[in-house]
């Protein structure tokens, strides 16, 4: 059995329109530790003894369209990117560091309108989607993204929230 999933949560709000970092570390600390003991549980995900850190940057959509076409190649604003900070694959014990996880207010919020979904709500989904490419999962094939938006499902279950992805094929 693994050790208790334990994080180190480093949040950092660089645009305007985010709530407070005071506002935003309870919640973000809610949904990831969720997620994380969801991911120890259920699916056996080794975690080290010690915390594990990851840094969550909550900005704007000009920032993120350049960090996505420097990484990516995509020049175009984005909801979420991940950075995992080492090479795993799904069910490998994480590194001392996860990596960073970049969201973007405005397309959040343009999404979550087009969704009929609440920002919240949107913004939970986002957090842990962003969350499970840190630990190696993806969605760049159908078998990927079948495991992926299951997994996601389940652990937004544990929160309350409904299957985002109900009536739509695999990504």
Known sequence: MSAPARL???????????PEEDVLSPMVSRILERAAEYLAVEEGQPFQPHPVELSLVFTDDAAIRTINAEWRGIDKPTNVLSFPAYPVEPGDEPGPMLGDIVIARETVLREAAD?????DDHLTHLLVHGFLHLFGYDHLDEDEAEEMESLETRILATLGLSDPYAGQDPA
């Open 115 to 119: 969704l009929c979904k609440s920002m």
């Open 8 to 18: 180190d949560i480093q949040a950092s709000v660089e645009s305007d329109g985010w």
